[in-house]
């Protein structure tokens, strides 16, 4: 249970696009995702977290105009990286709460992002 | 100061070694505290919770020190397969995000 689906898993593009990233609960109800960000070699850090319903919440150095979320339903919520650069390249994974204690949170299995 | 802080290694280590990793976190009421694996372009995937009481699943052994703002992980006879990056993970409870550290890198060599 508790299972995030994440798509696409690669994508490239050309500078100047826009990439939308899709992030499905799919057997429970997600009031909340939380969008990360990973460079290589580096931690996951966390860019936004999308609410359902209401704005997003950016983290700080987070441009909320280039990362668009948006938390539709309970069990969507999408980032959308527009005007994409090549400094945009990276792996973006989301997660979702799930209300069980010490199990920890589902990941999706991430969108590696290419542009060129 | 660094939410989370690990060694980030790497450590290259025979099989069937014991190898320890540690993990520190800053904030004191931080509740929940895991580790993950996460093998080379992959997604995160939980390998155990941490418990105050430590816990013991097979070859890993993980235990908090709340007093010290510490978590450990233990890994017994390791083999090739334990090969990954192991992510120290601390949340403040439900609905909170994770805080990660940067993750050890771990290769088991035959």
């Known amino acids: 249970g508790a299972v995030v689906s994440q798509h696409p898993s690669w994508v490239i593009c050309k500078s100047g696009t826009s990439v939308k990233i899709e992030c499905r609960s799919l057997d429970f109800q997600a009031t909340t995702m939380f969008w990360y960000r990973q460079f290589p070699k580096q931690s996951l850090m966390l860019m936004a977290t999308s609410n359902e319903g209401s704005k997003a919440t950016y983290e700080q150095g987070v441009e909320k105009d280039k990362f668009l979320i948006n938390h539709a339903s309970l069990t969507l919520s999408t980032l959308t990286v527009t005007s994409a650069h090549p400094e945009d390249s990276s792996f973006y994974i989301c997660?979702?709460?799930?209300?069980?204690?010490?199990?920890?949170?589902?990941f999706g299995s991430g969108t590696r992002l290419t542009v060129v | 100061r660094k939410e989370v802080e690990q060694d980030p290694g790497p450590f290259n280590v025979p099989e069937g070694a014991t190898v320890a990793f540690n993990c520190t976190y800053s904030?004191?009421?931080?509740?929940?505290f895991f580790w993950y694996r996460q093998d080379c372009r992959k997604e995160p995937k939980l390998l155990m919770s941490?418990?105050?009481s430590g816990n013991e699943d097979g070859r890993f052994t993980a235990q908090l020190n709340r007093a010290s703002q510490y978590i450990s992980l233990l890994i017994r006879d390791s083999k090739l397969s334990d090969s990954a990056t192991y992510l120290c993970v601390v949340n403040m409870g439900a609905g909170n995000q994770f805080y990660f550290g940067t993750g050890t890198s771990l290769t088991v060599i035959p």
């Open positions: 997660s979702g709460p799930v209300l069980r204690p010490n199990y920890g949170y589902t």
């Open positions: 904030n004191s009421a931080s509740q929940s």
């Open positions: 941490v418990y105050s």
